[in-house]
């Protein structure tokens, strides 16, 4: 009996120092996190690609993250401004400077995503693309 005892208190102090450290984690700044949905396709009703939101007002630290759902296509996202918005970013996934200093993704295929965090405030343009050149227009704006 002594031995069962011993065992539910350990037990019990166990889930106890457990709990504390989960609870006493300490403040996290984190930022939001804001998804754009590229949609669209080609049908004999659609062909154009459309981003939901294609206006988006973010705080500083936020990271916006796009996701692929567009039928039918690959997407490349590049930001008109492009060394201006890789200066004020961070913690890219799939953004690169190409040659003409514009700062675009690789392919991304559909249910594919990709992410930047906007840590300085202004206004960032860009364009969706397709393999095609069917384009779709979305504006970041960080306040």
Not at 6 to 30: D, E, H, K
Not at 43 to 65: F, K, Q, Y
Not at 89 to 111: M, Y
Not at 122 to 143: A, D, F, L, M, S
């Amino acid at each position: 009996m002594e031995k069962k005892a011993a065992a539910i208190l350990v037990g019990v102090f166990f889930v106890f120092c457990v709990g504390v450290i989960l609870v006493n984690q300490g403040t996290v700044n984190a930022s939001e996190a804001r998804i754009v949905r590229i949609v669209g396709g080609e049908t004999a009703n659609i062909n154009s690609v459309r981003l939901e939101p294609d206006r988006l007002t973010v705080s500083p630290g936020s990271v916006v993250i796009w996701n692929n759902w567009a039928r039918a296509y690959e997407v490349k996202i590049i930001f008109k401004e492009g060394k201006i918005c890789a200066d004020v970013t961070d913690a890219e996934s799939g953004f690169k400077l190409d040659a003409k200093n514009c700062f675009v993704t690789t392919w991304i295929k559909l249910g594919g995503t990709t992410s930047l965090r906007f840590n300085e405030k202004g206004t960032y343009e860009y364009i969706v693309e397709t393999p095609g050149g069917i384009k779709g227009n979305g504006t970041i704006r960080v306040q």
